[in-house]
């Protein structure tokens, strides 16, 4: 299976502070068709998770453009320009490119 | 509107069967995939199983021997069964839609305790 390593596996940031998590895979997560499937959720207090970013770099509709993916093949990044309270919770990284899907261990952000 | 409700009973005795119901609206099982992910306690996310589109399923293989995931179109539903449950199976379990999975169930929180 898949193994994504998160890093680091806490954050504390302030209000308006930028800051990146690191996702990286133990192989390629470029699919043959081209995409590469990897998708950052976040996992807010009690509550589901929800989809922020998919194949990447694309924003889920109605996530704020403060989020922001890059990466490629193994090493890939989340970036939130401009840290806001709602925005604390574990954010996990999660690939489908590879069967089974597999996820990162998760980075909880929160108030510094 | 795309929603997802996982139920199922809360509590569950050691060595028995699990069954969950995913029931879903706004969408078509026959359009799209849905996942069942599993939350231990306090721990992150464990994919365990599809029903894709086509009906076609596949599953975690750490999970295969006890998993069976299947549907029911016409009420537009996901079955989880699982079997020989032990204490490390308490969690919440939440089905997701889709490769993307860019729709939650609020998740179905099971205990398993005498």
């Known amino acids: 299976d898949v193994v994504l390593t998160q890093t680091p596996p806490t954050l504390s940031a302030t209000i308006g502070q930028s800051v990146s998590i690191s996702c990286r895979s133990s192989q390629s997560l470029l699919d043959s068709d081209g995409d590469t499937y990897l998708n950052w959720l976040l996992q807010r207090p009690g509550q589901s998770p929800q989809l922020l970013i998919y194949?990447?770099?694309n924003l889920e509709s109605g996530v704020p453009n403060r989020f922001s993916g890059s990466g490629s093949e193994t090493d890939f990044t989340l970036k939130i320009s401009g840290v806001e309270a709602e925005d604390l919770g574990v954010y996990y990284c999660m690939q489908a490119t590879h069967a089974p899907n597999t996820f990162g261990a998760g980075t909880k952000l929160e108030l510094k | 509107q795309v929603q997802l409700k996982e139920s199922g009973p809360g509590l569950v005795q050691p060595s028995q069967t699990l069954s969950l119901t995913c029931t879903v609206s706004g969408f078509s099982l026959m359009d799209y995939s849905v996942h069942w992910v599993r939350q231990p306690p306090g721990k992150g996310l464990e994919w365990m199983g599809r029903?894709?589109?086509?009906?076609?399923?596949y599953y975690n293989s750490a999970l295969k021997s006890r998993l069976s995931i299947s549907r029911d179109t016409s009420k537009s539903q996901v079955f989880l069964k699982m079997n020989s449950l032990q204490t490390e199976d308490t969690a919440i379990y939440y089905c997701?839609?889709?490769?993307?999975?860019?729709?939650w169930g609020q998740g179905a929180s099971v205990t398993v305790s005498s």
């Open positions: 029903m894709k589109y086509d009906g076609d399923t």
């Open positions: 997701t839609r889709d490769l993307l999975m860019d729709a």
């Open positions: 194949s990447v770099s």
